[in-house]
Structures are given as C-alpha cells and as structure tokens.
C-alpha cells in the first residue's frame, strides 16, 4: 500500500535569495589543447590565433587569458581558416564546402563571438539543365586578397570563384573559368584538355589585383584581376603546394614527388618551360610528397625554406617532418603526430623589402609547436597555454587550492631548472593579441595530473591560461624492460636526415605498471605521496638542490597470510638498487609495496604525524614513513573475491565465475519481481493516487516515493576494494578523550575506524619523537545495503570539517571546535548519513538514490562565499552522479540546496575524472586532452576577461545593414554579457533603463551556462548514441540570434575596444 506524507512547502524567501548569492552554474573555460584539431590561422596584425577541429569548434587565443570559443551549427570539419587582418573577423571553410564569417560584435549589451554569415557556392548547371556533380563545384582552396574584402575561391572542378566576404555573395562576370585559362596556354604546352583541381591560390603583397593560381596538373598562371587576363604561365609537374615571394619575382612550387622549385619571372616572356631550381632535398630515392612550402627572405641574407612531408618513401615515410632549411644549415623536426598545418610569424607591411622571420608555429593533431627562428639552433619556444595535457594518458588528477607562495616559488624554480631553454622566454611567445583584463588571482591553484608513463605534472590553475609549472618522474626508481631497446634505436638512428625531436607528446609507456593512480600533497610541507599501478606507494620530499642518496623500500603484506589467494596478475617493479642522482624538485624518500602488487585505489598523507596509508582491492595498510615502519596492514578480502586476485592486466578471466554470477543476478531479479508483484495491488493503489490528488491542497508539497534499494550481495566480486581512507582528530573511544584516527571505506560497505597512538612532538619540534605508532581498531560499520563507501569526514562541534594537517597548529586556519560532540559524514554510493561520534548512531541521512535514482560517484566538501557578503560563507557538500548532475547540500543538515546538469550521462570518462575544488569549482574531462572548468559558486568564478582592439572598414556596417542573413550565436560559445559600468565602478543607469546605445568602449563581460563545444560528440568513452535530443541540447536559440543585426550603425567608421569573456 503506497503512503503519502505531506508537509508544509515553507519556502523561505529569504533562504532562496541567499541561495542565489552563495550558487551559480558555469562552465567557464576549457583548459588544454583542442581534441582533433583540422586547421590554423593567424592574424599578423592582432597577434592572435586561431584553431579549428573536426567536430565544427572554432577556438581563438592571443596573450595567455585570451581567449574564445565558437561552434558551427554543424558539426562539419573546419578544412581551412583565414583572418581578415585586424578586424577581428575570421573566415572558415567546411569539409562541406561551406563558407562561415564570425566576427565579434557587440550589441544590446552583449559581446560575444558570432557566426555572422555563411555561403554555400551553387552547383553550376550542365548541359541538360541539370546541375552538375557537387564534387565540381566543392571548394579546395581560399584566398583572402591583401585589400581584404574580396576572397577568391579554388574550386575542384578547375573554376575560381571571387566572393565579397563583406556580404559573402558571389561578384559576377568574375569568375574564371579553365578554358579561359587554357586559352592563354601555347598548343604545344597543353598536356590534356584538363587542368585538375584548383591546388593552391596565392596573392601578391604589393599588387592585390594579381592571383597566382595552381592546378593539380601542374600549371601555374598569374591572373591579372584588373585587365582580366593572364600574365604569365609556368609549366611544371604535380603541384600540392605554392608560395609567392614577397617581391613577387621568385616563385616555389612544391611537388608530389618530393621535389620543390623555384620560378623567376621573366620579363620578356609570359611563358616559362623550366624553373630556376628544381631539387629533392631527400632523394634520388623515391620520396612522399610536399604537401606545403613557405619561403621567407632575411635581411641578414640566408632566406628560409620551410616544408613539410618529402621524406624518403621507404625508410621514412612513417615520419611526421616539417624541414626548416637556410644556406647550408638543414634540420628536419621530427615529431610525435601528424603534421596539420603551420605559419610563420613575419612581417607583412607592404613596404618592408624582408619578411625577417621570428618564429614558426606548427600545429599538430596532439600539440603546438612553436620554433624560435631567431635565436641560434632554433630552440623550441615553451607554450605558457595549450600545452598536451595528454602527452601521457592521464590516469588521475588533484587540486590543491589556497599554495603557500614558498612553496609556489620553489615549484616553479624546479621547473625553469628542469628544462632551461636558452634565449627564449614567455615574452618571445609570438602570440600576445589582446589584453587580459582580469585581476590577478587571490589564491595560487594547483592541478596535478597522473600520467600512464609514471610522471605527475603540476599545473597553474589560478588562471584562465592553464600554464605547465612543473613535471615530476617516478619511472627513474624503477627498471623497465624498454631501456635497452630504446639505447639501440637510438644507436642504429642515421645522421641523414638530420632527425631532431621536437614537442612533447609521448604516447607510449614502456611499462603500464608505471602508471599514476593516486596523488596527494602536502602544501605546508612540500610532501607528497604518489601511488601506482603496481601497488608502489613512493613518498616524496621537495628538494631545491640536487642530491645524491638511495630510497628506503618496504614491503606491506595486505593479504595477511590467508590462504586460498594466490595472485595471478602482474609482477611488482625492480627498484634501482644504491644511491641515485635526483634533480632539483620532488624526490623520493620512501618506497612501500603493496603485495599482493595490485593498483592503490585510496591513498591519504598526513604530515603531522608522519603517517601514509593506501589500499588496494585487498585490503588497506598503515605505513609510518619517519621510521620507515609498518603499522597496520588489514585484508578486506571477502572468501568469494576472487576476481580481486587477478589484477587489472591480467587477461586471464574467470569466465565460469562471470557466467555463475550473471545466472544468480538473473534468477534473483526474476524472484524479487515476482515477490513484488505478489504483493501489489494496483486498484488499490490508483485508488489512493487520486485520492491523495484530491485531497492535496496547492500549497502543501508531497514528498517522492522512495524507490526500493536492493540489497547488494556479500560475495559480489571486488567487494574488498578499498575506496576512501581518511585520517582524523576526534572522539572515537570516549567523549572527553579525542585522539588521532584513520578510517577506511570499502566497496562492500564496510566502514573500519581505528584509534592511533601517535607520538607528540615536543613544542617547537617539527618531528615527532621515535617511538611506534599503534594502531588499534575502534569502531566498525556495515552499512544496510553494502553501497560502497566513496567519502568519509569528520565534521567538529559547530558542523564544519576538520582543517587540514599543519593548518590549525600553524594558524593558517580556525581551530576546530574540540568541546562539543563531533560526527562523522559517510557518503556511499546510495546515501549520505551522518552519524554521532564516538557512539557512532546514526543523526542525520539523505538517500540520493532513493529520491533520485542515481548514484554517487564524486563528492566533495567546499567552502561557499556569498557575493553579497564577504564575510559570509557555508560550507556544503557538493556530489556528481552517475546521470551527470552535480548536486549540493548543506552540512551537517543534508539538506538539498541546489541541482544542475553538468555532464552528459553517457561521457563516462567525463563523470569518473572529475574533481572538485575547496573553493565550489571543478574539472573534468571533455576529450583525452581537455578539462572543462565548472563553477558552483556565485563569486568564485574562473573565466576569461579580455579586450582586443578591432578596426572595421567604413562601408561595412551599411552593407551589413542591407543584407538580412540568417545569423545564430555559436553552438558552445561564451555568450559575453556586457555589465556597463560608470567610472566610479557602479552600473550604468542608462543601461539599466534599456538604453539601446552602448556608451562606454569598454565593459565587463560575464559568460552565461554554456556547454562545451567539444564534449556534445567527443569523450574518451562513450556507451550510448548521440540522439536527437542530444544534439538540441547544443543548438543555439533561434530568437535570440535574429536580434543580432541591431544598433550596429553607431560602430560606423570607428575602431572598437571589445571586452571578451
């Protein structure tokens, strides 16, 4: 029978208003480098850049906190992409051969980064009426003239279309078709009837009206678009790529056979047969092609011939090389992905005789490279933002808020130490458009990332620009079995070509036993522990100079000696025996063990007392690393788990155990179901349904039926596994005696909480003394429906958590309230309850799947402030389900304060890799090489806050006015909210009042909710199909961008300061 309560909605307006000031969601940044990147474009007049990917983003970045993302509506590969220099407008070419104009605009408020117009080139008709195959009419290649306003189209069937990007409408009685050109070629110079696809379209810097064209087939001519006819004609072999110098009298050529060529222009001829130069520069034997060439002259003489591709076909044509050549001196860059795209950083006023390269940026599938071109040797320039946050797998990552500046100092002069780059800085990073406006942060964050080659890197996450700091590698304790493999590759490498590693994507590992799954740190005393694959647990001390000692190693057995276990997955790691040279940064003083060596699952550090302690899928154990001593070792195994014996790369699997467990798991369902329905009545519970209806008045809120929880079997495999551990000062033997404590959580349940006899450090004295610690279990809690344990904190007497170890005794944080009854807040994957310490009742529970009907998968403990008051905060329990949504609840009360839809339910890698911050924000992973950054906090926000300087032409804005385009607001793009401001810093009342003129040239922006313009198709896992509701998620709002050509007459012939959030 189905029972009603009923309670009084009591919605307190207040409490509603202050919710408001303490929650707000965002996603505000995405932080790494763009998933599948296609194309690249720079603007040498703005300095900025320009990155398009496969699934439709376009992603802008000038000086570091720079930055803005648009989507195209469809999630087409961006093939091609051009700046309009200067005027902050950017070009792209879809795979579908479709032509997309964005532009930042401003209007009504609002700032953000539009796609302003598109175009899609008609097919031409045939013979018959019909119009011909689209192929013909596909676009191959694009070409902004120097004026700017004007483009020209290649085109696959061999015609070349002029558009006026202006108002992307087509200018006609233009066009040049291929029989006007072959009309222009000699008879006996015609090889064929046709000229093959239009290969490359390049413009000259000091005459606009001139075009260099390239067909496929190998015939290059100068179209004059003045006089409508051609200037001159070359004759050459296969074309893939073409480069017009900048006095317009040296022409390259690159070709498909590897080759490249160099054209003079001959005054007393418009023919020319045979180039100047024409080489290999890796034959005779039979190379790939040259898919792009560049040439680049210098005042200094010695000009630049730039590359990609023409690799020996046999030996090398697996290599991924850009060659940079200059008088006798040739390096051939070797990289780890595939070559996309890459430009040079020169000089592009007309009036300048040289281009005098700077730099040379190369766009990779997994990275960005960036070459100092004037430095001697060309070092690589270090990137302060889109740095491959998947050089190696991430495994796991950490957030450590609030770093001592000390301790943030000494990170990142261990990191300038650890790869010194000679004459190079961040000043000389070519791209520096625009101007970060935001405030320099309050707090210094850390994000730590686990890697699968053993290494963590340390992260600046205080900003929008996710800069490296610092990389720490474990795999140097260790023997692998690839040493010796890799010493003789390097060996056997060739001095031809002249091979020279470049970047640092690395995706292999040569063990997978070095892979990083847990990481803690200490910020108060530079310690930290990092836990791996293998059951090593390493514990690291940071160093400012090198030195020279050997690692303590320990064995800890979490089996305990019970029989029937016998381990059948990987062997432990060698440690290097004697003393090791480490370098300046972390260094390791402790190893420990784990035996069996299965993967650690939790690891927590406390440095007051000295202790670290890990589990695995066996058990947990308890390691005092002041004196390199064991205290604890418990095994969790359940008489059933055997699948916990064979390890995470074991392929051997019980297949008659998975089969027996799926019939049980059947069979049980089946007879619960039919229990169930035994037992219902269905009249009688429509009976009661309406008359509940009926009889619930409107004011009056019916609390949900709670769904049914199954009860969880004992012997489920893997019920051993450790989740959590967590170390306490609290009450757990009696009230009037509080004391050190380590709790453990495991997946069946099961909650261990032992009382620690731990030394005191005399005062003044930072170690304590020398005597054991001693570890004696206190308490034990099964939860009802074994949900596994995922969280477990202490909260004091006023309900707030325990501060962290040094926080208290430093002063760096209130003392916790050690007079009143202390609880403790277990959060399983069902529920969340809060029970009284020491007796252990229960207080206080939520059931989350009950209510909702989902599961816990992250949770954290964060400090909320409200905007309205600075002095005002709550801290609040903040959770990720397994459905995506992130919710919050007070604390100790459990009540729920706010929900939101974060992540899409089928991402799962997204969901498993997120992690909260202290302070109400949030990571997780929208691609292998992207963090989204989340805010559940109203003031603490992370977002981009930027001007870029942008000049118009005149004539723009009427003959916008005069076009009526469909336009929408990119899919995923920050939609920038203008807060106008008057200069004492209150809000403009003009605008306040609907004013529809923007008078300030300058504002704040503030970005709506967005969703991220890569995570609506990429995640590293996916279980179900993208549906059409999926995709409506991430559709703009047709209302809104209809508005979107209004009050732009008063940005007429003037330059515009835009704010970008």
């Known amino acids: 029978m189905m029972k009603f309560r009923f309670r009084r909605q009591g919605a307190d307006p207040q409490r509603e208003k202050l919710k408001q000031e303490l929650f707000a969601f965002n996603k505000t940044v995405e932080h790494g480098f763009p998933n599948q990147p296609s194309a690249l474009a720079f603007d040498p007049q703005l300095r900025i850049m320009a990155i398009g990917t496969r699934s439709g983003a376009v992603k802008i970045y000038g000086a570091p906190g720079v930055e803005f993302t648009g989507l195209h509506r469809d999630a087409a590969t961006v093939t091609q992409m051009h700046f309009l220099p200067g005027q902050g407008r950017l070009l792209t070419l879809l795979d579908d051969s479709s032509l997309h104009l964005w532009e930042i605009v401003h209007h009504n408020g609002c700032a ?29 290649v694009v070409l902004l003239v120097a004026a700017g306003d004007t483009a020209v189209l290649g085109t696959e069937g061999g015609s070349v279309f002029f558009l006026n990007v202006t108002t992307l409408t087509l200018l006609e009685g233009q066009t040049l078709s291929p029989d006007e050109v072959l009309r222009s070629v000699p008879d006996e110079c015609r090889c064929g009837k046709a000229l093959g696809p239009v290969e490359s379209l390049q413009g000259h810097l ?217 004459g190079s800085s961040t000043s000389s990073w070519p791209i520096t458009g625009g101007r970060n406006l935001a405030q320099e942060p309050s707090q210094r964050g850390l994000l730590l990332t686990g890697h699968e080659d053993g290494t963590v890197r340390f992260w600046d996450a205080s900003g929008v620009a996710l800069r490296p700091l610092y990389k720490l590698n474990t795999a140097g304790l260790f023997q692998t079995d690839c040493e010796h493999a890799d010493s003789l590759a390097q060996a056997a490498e060739d001095d031809w070509p002249p091979f020279r590693k470049v970047g640092c994507f690395d995706p292999y590992s040569d063990d997978p036993r070095l892979g990083v799954q847990k990481v803690a740190l200490c910020k108060y005393t530079a310690q930290m522990v990092v836990a791996g694959t293998a059951g090593q647990v390493l514990v690291l001390e940071l160093s400012d100079v090198p030195e020279e000692q050997a690692v303590s190693v320990a064995s800890v057995d ?81 008489p059933n788990d055997s699948l916990a014996m064979e390890g995470p790369l074991s392929r051997v699997k019980s297949l008659k155990k998975s089969l027996r467990q799926s019939f049980r798991r059947i069979r049980k369902s089946r007879v619960s179901g039919k229990k169930r329905a035994a037992n219902a009545n269905s009249k009688l519970q429509e009976a009661n349904a309406q008359l509940a209806e009926q009889a619930c008045p409107h004011d009056v809120e019916m609390t949900p039926v709670q769904r049914r929880i199954e009860p969880r079997s004992a012997d489920d495999s893997l019920s051993g596994v450790v989740r959590c551990l967590y170390f306490a000062d609290t009450f757990l033997r009696d009230a009037a005696h509080h004391g050190p404590t ?12 032992y009382a620690l006899e731990v030394p005191v450090a005399a005062t003044g004295v930072e170690k304590r003394p020398e005597r054991p610690v001693e570890a004696v279990l206190g308490k034990e809690v099964q939860l009802m429906h074994r949900a596994p344990v995922v969280a477990i ?52 529970k939520f059931k989350l799947t009950a209510h909702e009907g989902c599961r816990v998968r992250k949770v954290a403990l964060a400090t909320f402030a409200s905007v309205a008051c600075e002095d005002y905060a709550e801290t609040c329990l903040a959770c990720l389900t397994n459905l995506g949504d992130v919710h919050v609840f007070s604390v100790p009360g459990l009540r729920p304060q706010v929900h939101y839809s974060c992540i899409r339910k089928e991402d799962i890698s997204g969901i498993a890799s997120c992690v909260f911050t202290r302070h109400g924000q949030g990571f997780y992973l929208i691609s292998p090489s992207e963090f989204e950054r989340f805010s559940l906090s109203a003031r603490n926000i992370t977002e981009p806050l930027c001007s870029l300087d942008i000049s118009w032409p005149r004539d723009d804005t009427q ?34 009042k609907g004013a529809d003129t923007l008078e300030p040239s300058e504002a704040i922006l503030s970005p709506t909710s967005i969703d991220s313009a890569t995570s609506a198709d990429t995640t590293l896992d996916t279980t179900g199909d993208v549906t059409v509701e999926d995709v409506k998620d991430f559709l703009g709002s047709s209302e809104e961008s209809e508005k979107n050509l209004r009050n732009l007459a008063e940005d007429e012939a003037r330059a515009c300061t835009i704010l970008i959030k």
């Not at 301790?407 to 990191?415: E, K, M, Q, T």
């Not at 007497?797 to 807040?825: I, K």
């Open 112 to 140: 953000h980064l539009e796609e302003a117009l598109g175009f899609q080139l008609p097919s031409r008709p045939g013979f018959d009426g019909a119009s011909a195959p689209s192929s013909l009419t596909r676009v191959t």
């Open 793 to 844: 904190a202490v909260l004091d007497g006023r309900g707030r958590p325990l501060p962290e170890p040094y926080e208290a005794s430093r002063d760096l944080a209130q003392a916790p309230d050690m007079q009143g009854g202390h609880a403790v807040l277990i959060a399983s994957e069902e529920q969340f309850k809060v029970f009284t310490l020491p007796k252990v009742s229960a207080k206080t």
């Open 742 to 753: 380590m709790w453990a959580g495991t997946n069946s349940g099961s909650v261990f909480a």
């Open 558 to 638: 979490l089996l305990q000696d019970r029989e029937g276990f016998t381990w059948k997955g990987h062997e432990r790691l060698s440690p290097r025996t004697g003393p090791l040279l480490w370098p300046v940064g972390f260094q390791p003083r402790v190893l420990v063990q784990c035996l069996p060596p299965a993967a650690v699952t939790a690891v927590t550090l406390h440095t007051e007392w000295s202790l670290v302690a890990f589990g695995t899928s066996h058990g947990f154990g308890l390691f005092d690393y002041q004196r390199k001593s064991p205290v604890l070792a418990r095994c969790t195994l359940h």
């Open 959 to 992: 003959a916008r006015l005069q076009e009526s385009p469909k336009l929408s607001q990119a899919n995923g793009t920050p939609s920038i909210i203008l807060a106008p401001q008057s200069h004492d810093g209150s809000p403009d009342p003009a605008h306040s």
């Open 206 to 422: 000091q005459e606009p009206t001139k075009i260099l064209v390239g067909y496929s087939r190998g015939l290059l001519v100068i179209w004059n678009q003045a006089t409508q006819c051609v200037d001159h004609v070359f004759l050459g072999n296969q074309l893939e790529s073409l480069c017009w110098g900048r006095g317009g009298g040296t022409i390259v050529s690159s070709h498909s056979d590897g080759s490249y060529a160099i054209w003079s222009m001959d005054a007393g001829s418009s023919l020319t047969l045979q180039p100047t130069v024409a080489t290999t520069p890796y034959g005779p034997f039979p190379c790939k092609a040259i898919n792009k060439i560049l040439w680049r002259n210098c005042e200094s003489g010695g000009h630049f011939i730039i590359f990609s591709g023409g690799m020996p076909r046999a030996s090398y044509g697996d290599r991924h090389c850009v060659s940079v050549l200059q008088a006798e001196t040739l390096v051939t860059l070797d990289f780890t992905s595939r070559i996309i795209d890459f430009f040079t950083v020169h000089s592009t006023r007309p009036e300048d005789e040289f281009d005098n390269p700077q730099a040379l940026a190369v766009l990779l599938e997994e990275e960005l490279v960036v070459l100092d071109l004037q430095t001697p040797g060309w070092p690589a320039v270090p990137a302060p933002y889109l740095a491959p946050l998947h050089s190696s797998a991430i495994t796991c990552s950490a957030h450590v808020a609030n770093v001592p500046a000390k301790l943030w100092a000494r990170i990142v002069s261990a990191g300038e130490q650890q790869s010194p780059q000679p």
